[in-house]
């Protein structure tokens, strides 16, 4: 499992507490091969493996994203996975929107930081570990609803542009890092619709075989990671390891 890294390599996951994080994880751990695997999660997270520091701090701040940075002290990250995402939550009012008339300025920014923003201030801060001459693979979740030239649908304004802007900034980022760490890989992927609580409550009209466990998706994604070389830095991939147009 990801040949591409080094034996014992070093793995920072954040959103690692649900969904697809947590499936991924428990693949990196299920392989020899992970030498130390840092989560980061808003909520105390125990997981029982000695490879494994679990930070709890919250990347959407300044505050969280600087203690992680401290605890990383620039040390080399060889896989960056990252999947925090925000569709809805109940509690803020934050639901997909069907109509320009749902549309209002605090939802638009508060999907908007934590989707596009919170990925690229985190590698922002985060370069000391990523610049150099070491295998670097960033691998940030997107989704397909993101893709300017794939949207015939419309709705989920906030959602979808979020995640449009996710891409740009990675795509912008890829560019930059290809100048500090040559071997660098970013990418922006899709993991298809999988049973987790950010799909939950639009779950109803997918047909079961589209509805993915957490599990398969972690092992498609890293399988797609798995393919890629430098010369990709900066595209767009689903789950089954086909391009997706931006
Ligand atoms: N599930 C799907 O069908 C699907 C489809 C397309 C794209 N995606 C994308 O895949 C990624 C992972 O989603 P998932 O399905 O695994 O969802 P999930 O189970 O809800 O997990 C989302 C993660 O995001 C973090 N998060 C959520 N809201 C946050 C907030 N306000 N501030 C900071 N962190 C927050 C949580 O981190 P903590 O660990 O700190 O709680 C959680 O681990 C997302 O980017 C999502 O957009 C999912």
């Not at 040949?3 to 697809?20: F, K, M």
Request: aromatic share 6%; glycine share 6%.
């Amino acid at each position: 499992m990801l040949d591409i890294l080094p034996d014992r390599y070093t793995a920072l996951i954040t959103g690692a507490s649900s969904g697809i994080g947590y499936a991924l994880l428990n693949q990196l751990l299920s392989s020899s091969r992970a030498g130390r695997i840092i989560t980061v999660t808003r909520q105390p997270f125990a997981i029982d493996d000695e490879r494994v520091i679990s930070l709890t701090l919250d990347a959407t701040t300044d505050e969280g994203r600087s203690a992680l940075n401290q605890q990383l002290a620039g040390q080399p990250v060889h896989l960056f996975f990252n999947a925090i995402g925000l569709l809805h939550d109940d509690a803020r009012k934050l639901h997909p929107e069907k109509r320009l008339d749902q549309l209002n300025a605090d939802s638009l920014q508060a999907i908007m930081h934590v989707n596009a923003f919170t990925p690229a201030l985190l590698i922002a801060s985060l370069m000391d570990s990523f610049k150099g001459t070491h295998c670097c693979v960033i691998a940030s979740l997107s989704a397909r609803v993101g893709s300017i030239a794939d949207n015939n649908l419309g709705g989920w304004y906030s959602y979808r542009a979020s995640k449009a802007a996710h891409n740009m900034l990675l795509k912008t980022a890829a560019i930059e890092l290809k100048r500090l760490n040559p071997t660098s890989i970013v990418l922006c992927l899709h993991p298809g619709t999988t049973d987790t609580p950010l799909s939950k409550p639009f779950q109803a009209r997918v047909p079961s075989e589209k509805l993915f466990t957490p599990d398969f998706t972690a092992g498609q994604l890293l399988a797609v990671i798995n393919k890629r070389t430098p010369e990709d830095s900066g595209s767009f991939w689903d789950w089954a390891g086909k391009r997706i147009e931006w």
